[in-house]
């Protein structure tokens, strides 16, 4: 497979090296400086996609080594939103202590300078395969505090708000076209979470209708992807909360899967590694052209899983959607936050490179 997704992919976030994890905790003590940090973070992408490379992965990332979370980096950047301690029960991680905040919409919402074009442009300066970026999608400014956290006197009507979360996309994603970005992922657990009926409770206590949302989020994705290069290939990373191993939502993906498969984007990256996420049956409304990767490998354990096994399911799904239109990748990042998974780097590199060795065999011709 010549363009991306590649038949071996992966979904972006990788382990912290310790060393890094050190320096990003004494940064934030206020015990080092800025720019050492960033040296650190240099040095520790420059290995980092080495190593992918080695391995014989197409697609590298910079691991989101300069984020702390996976999606809050990204939209606290945006104009107009601002960073909420997560108060209540709200999307709570269960079992865990630490919670994410919530990005809140307090202004007018716009992109008034670029983000992370250059955490892009540094990852494509040390590569030799195809550098992908990885940003979290639009609708996840709204799915987790919902109307509530949108200002009414910023937006007291929603249709503006989305009007201008698209414009907002479209300028930070020109930017990052700007820098040299031709592989994106948008990463979107909403479409995953949605299909949870504790989640649609959720949203209805934040004053939407669950049942509304997908349609939504898949119409602002399409808005925020009009005028990208004609040679950008765009994918959705959809899963169900990797935040230390644990996980938000379950539920197989029949109630939104027309309204994903709806954005016009190149391919879904999907879960699939366990039973929370459903059977392979809504793949029958994938499109023509439009490829599936399936996240077979789990992040969330160190256990490795089978060349068997791991092909017994694609020959599964095979049999719902045409092997062409077919990938393999971990089901999610491998450190979504700066804490990472319930795993070793070892494991970690284990898992990746037998994602590249079932590809191979199931693919040769790719």
Same mark, same amino acid.
């Not at 990003?24 to 040095?43: I, K, N, P, S």
């Not at 391995?55 to 990332?61: E, K, N, R, S």
């Not at 990463?187 to 995953?192: G, M, S, V, Y």
């Not at 700066?338 to 590199?349: E, I, K, R, T, Y």
């Given at each position: 497979m010549s363009r991306p997704p590649y038949r071996a992919d992966q979904?972006?976030?990788l382990l912290r090296p310790a060393t890094l994890a050190a320096a990003?905790?004494?940064?934030?003590?206020?015990?080092?400086?800025?720019?050492?940090?960033?040296?650190?973070?240099?040095?520790a992408i420059r290995e980092v996609v080495r190593q992918q490379e080695a391995?014989?992965?197409?697609?590298?990332?910079d691991g989101e080594f300069r984020r702390d979370w996976w999606?809050?980096?990204?939209?606290? #950047? =945006? &104009?107009?939103? $601002?960073?909420?301690?997560?108060?209540?029960? %709200?999307?709570?991680?269960?079992g865990q202590g630490e919670q994410p905040p919530i990005a809140s919409v307090t202004g007018k919402v716009s992109c008034s300078r670029p983000i992370m074009a250059d955490h892009f442009a540094y990852l494509k300066?040390?590569?030799?395969?195809?550098?992908?970026?990885?940003?979290?999608?639009?609708?996840?400014?709204?799915?987790?505090?919902?109307?509530?956290?949108?200002?009414?006197?910023?937006?007291?009507?929603?249709?503006?708000?989305?009007?201008?979360v698209a414009l907002a996309y479209r300028q930070a994603i020109w930017h990052l076209a700007q820098a040299g970005c031709?592989?994106? #992922? =948008? &990463?979107?657990? $909403?479409?995953?979470?949605?299909?949870?009926? %504790?989640?649609?409770?959720?949203?209805?206590k934040n004053g939407d209708d669950p049942a509304a949302l997908p349609r939504r989020y898949a119409q602002v994705i399409n808005a925020a992807l009009e005028g990208r290069p004609e040679d950008m290939v765009v994918t959705i990373h959809t899963c169900r909360g990797n935040f230390k191993s644990a996980w938000v939502a379950e539920g197989g993906y029949d109630p939104v899967v027309e309204a994903m498969f709806s954005t016009n984007v190149d391919g879904y990256f999907m879960e699939f590694d366990s039973s929370r996420a459903g059977g392979f049956e809504p793949l029958r409304k994938l499109p023509a052209g439009k490829k599936v990767v399936l996240g077979l490998v789990t992040t969330k354990l160190g256990e490795l899983e089978s060349k068997d096994d791991l092909k017994r399911r694609i020959d599964e799904a095979a049999r719902i959607?045409?092997?062409?239109?077919?990938?393999?990748?971990?089901?999610?990042?491998?450190?979504?936050?700066?804490?990472?998974?319930?795993?070793?780097?070892?494991?970690?590199?284990?898992?990746?490179?037998r994602v590249v060795e079932v590809a191979a065999e199931v693919w040769p011709a790719d």
């Open positions: 979904v972006g976030s990003r905790q004494a940064f934030h003590r206020g015990e080092l400086a800025a720019e050492a940090l960033r040296t650190q973070e240099d040095a391995i014989g992965l197409q697609a590298v990332t999606h809050l980096d990204f939209l606290g #950047q =945006l &104009d107009g939103v $601002t960073l909420v301690r997560n108060e209540g029960e %709200k999307f709570k991680v269960a300066s040390v590569a030799t395969h195809t550098p992908k970026m990885t940003i979290p999608s639009p609708s996840m400014l709204h799915l987790r505090g919902g109307r509530a956290a949108v200002s009414r006197e910023a937006y007291p009507d929603l249709e503006e708000f989305w009007s201008d031709r592989y994106l #992922q =948008l &990463d979107d657990i $909403t479409f995953a979470y949605l299909c949870d009926p %504790k989640i649609q409770d959720n949203c209805r959607v045409p092997l062409d239109q077919l990938a393999l990748s971990p089901q999610c990042g491998f450190s979504s936050t700066h804490h990472g998974n319930a795993l070793s780097v070892d494991d970690q590199w284990r898992k990746l490179e």
